[in-house]
């Protein structure tokens, strides 16, 4: 179904239907709704949708391409507003960031989150490299460009080239704290630190969060955390 | 109705369209064509023809382009604004023009063209910034008449950008004003040390007159606000990688936006290796709007031919 975020008009792909605890998939940089196929969907006992972040799949590209990560939170923002429940989250490469923003600043809406890897998980750092002074310019212009058209060769053919700047823009150790300590426990997949390169900000976030790092059939993990923040939840309420 | 007049106000000579990332940008021009050229940038809310009383002066030795920026004026409209696209703007501009320019900024403007003078050395030959030296270090979460933000956590200013962000699907365009009357004394109200008449001349040039009333010309996304881990403290030790000699201007006023208090800014500008600075007497945040002739003539004695 299509979502309008401000002009820009988005798709959430329903991959599958049912009762239960609704499932969101977030797909990472330079991917779309597709990475998750149908088969994707089928171990997960409830309704799953899949949605198609802005610049991506079957979404607009946002016109004057001022794409950030903030702007795919409320991409995802939206679509959770439209599955109008609240939401298990699994995001990969930029929609594991996103997935984690969005896990803090929505906490009550979004019951658990796995967070994998894929395009986009590193971003630009989690400060300036300011100390990086010399007469020569290190980026530049030139640097920007050739960053857009390197990252782009990979992605998918619907995709705007000019979302490779969000894995360039900075993800401060603070900043992702902050989220990550309002989100409710998460799981992070394993391989990250293993087979893949793990950001800084991964590393702080997982300890803010006291997350759990989730073994290879993370599926049954993911039940288990579900039910378990389910009756935390449910806990915490009754002492209010 | 007649278009309002100003008696220091020159009207830009010519206009051109210039296409940067998928957007049209407008671009008012003053000058002999092939003199050496100097690009001036507004700041955020205005538009190119805030410069119609400081371009004469520069014209006179100088092709002035004004640019309106994305979201601004007479250019297009966008999705989402980044400072980092505004930035590409200013040099895509500069490659337009293919020819080693200066650089001129106010508020917004002023940061960015320090930015694009810094991504694109080889075509920038010296910076002129008036008062865009960048938010006080608590950020301008402090907006003039609004609710103090600056207390809140990322998490819930975060929350607060989402939700204005789902107001937005339902808010396409600014409400209409009755006349432009109510236009110049809203923007009166954020400016007090503007003059009437020039706020009348400014203020016609930044709105449109449509069948229900009168609007900004300006995107409301804009005034919608991002959102993002931007920190005050990242802006200044940026600034070491400039290479092109810096003149920085503020007001002798205190005024809405600036200027900074001099501890945070003498700070911020020891990063510059070839700096030049200058106050400007009688004026707040709008200096080339308030005192052109001595801002132009500070530009002039700075800048070379």
């Not at chain 1, 991506?56 to 959770?80: C, N, Q």
């Not at chain 1, 300011?130 to 290190?138: A, Q, W």
């Not at chain 2, 703007?89 to 020819?99: A, E, F, T, Y």
């Amino acid at each position: 179904m299509r979502l309008l975020h401000g002009r820009v008009s988005i798709e959430l792909h329903t991959l599958k239907s049912g009762t239960g605890r609704p499932l969101l998939l977030l797909h990472a940089l330079g991917a779309s709704a597709e990475a998750w196929s149908e088969a994707a969907a089928e171990w997960y006992h409830g309704p799953a949708y899949a949605l198609d972040f802005s610049g991506h799949g079957k979404s607009d590209h946002v016109r004057g391409g001022a794409y950030h990560s903030e702007y795919f939170l409320a991409d995802a923002d939206l679509a959770l507003q439209q599955i109008a429940e609240p939401c298990v989250l699994v995001g990969a490469g930029i929609g594991a960031y996103v997935a984690l923003l969005l896990a803090g600043a929505r906490a009550d809406q979004i019951l658990a989150a796995l967070l994998l890897e894929g395009a986009g998980l590193e971003g630009g750092g989690s400060r300036p490299g300011h100390e990086i002074e010399t007469d020569t310019v290190p980026e530049g212009i030139e640097g920007f460009e050739r960053f857009i058209a390197a990252a782009s060769v990979d992605y998918a053919k619907s995709t705007d080239p000019l979302v490779a700047q969000c894995d360039r823009a900075l993800r401060p150790l603070d900043y992702v704290s902050s989220f990550a300590r309002a989100a409710k426990p998460m799981l992070f997949s394993a391989r990250v630190g293993r087979e893949f390169h793990a950001p800084d900000w991964w590393q702080t976030a997982f300890e803010a969060n006291q997350a759990v790092s989730a073994p290879e059939n993370w599926l049954d993990a993911l039940d288990a955390l579900i039910s378990q923040t389910h009756s935390r939840g449910a806990n915490s309420k009754s002492h209010k | 109705m007649d278009d309002p007049q100003h008696p220091e106000a020159v009207a830009p000579e010519r206009a051109s369209r210039l296409e940067s990332n998928g957007v049209m940008l407008h671009l008012h021009e003053w000058g002999d064509p092939k003199a050496a050229p100097v690009v001036l940038a507004h700041g955020m809310f205005d538009h190119g023809r805030g410069f119609d009383l400081l371009a004469p002066y520069l014209a006179e030795h100088y092709r002035v382009v004004a640019i309106d920026a994305r979201g601004h004026g007479d250019s297009d409209w966008c999705d989402s604004y980044t400072w980092e696209m505004d930035v590409l703007d200013v040099v895509n501009v500069l490659r337009w023009i293919d020819r080693p320019a200066h650089l001129v900024g106010h508020s917004k403007g002023g940061g960015q063209v320090m930015d694009a003078a810094s991504i694109a050395p080889d075509r920038v030959r010296q910076i002129v910034n008036m008062d865009g030296f960048g938010p006080p270090d608590d950020g301008f979460f402090q907006r003039p008449g609004g609710p103090d933000l600056t207390a809140l956590s990322w998490v819930e200013r975060c929350s607060l950008y989402l939700d204005r962000r789902r107001r937005a699907a339902a808010r396409q365009s600014w409400r209409p004003y009755e006349s432009l009357e109510e236009l110049v004394a809203r923007r009166g109200q954020q400016n007090p040390l503007l003059p009437e008449l020039w706020l009348r001349y400014f203020v016609f040039h930044g709105a449109r007159q449509d069948e229900d009333g009168w609007r900004w010309k300006s995107d409301p996304q804009i005034a919608a606000g991002g959102f993002g881990p931007f920190k005050s403290e990242w802006i200044a030790p940026g600034w070491r990688r400039l290479r092109a000699p810096l003149l920085a201007l503020i007001g002798s006023e205190p005024d809405t936006w600036g200027p900074l208090p001099e501890s945070i800014l003498a700070g911020r500008l020891e990063n510059v290796k070839h700096l030049q600075r200058a106050t400007v007497q009688g004026c707040g945040h709008f200096i080339h709007m308030q005192r052109p002739a001595a801002a132009a003539r500070l530009m002039l004695e700075f800048l070379e031919r």
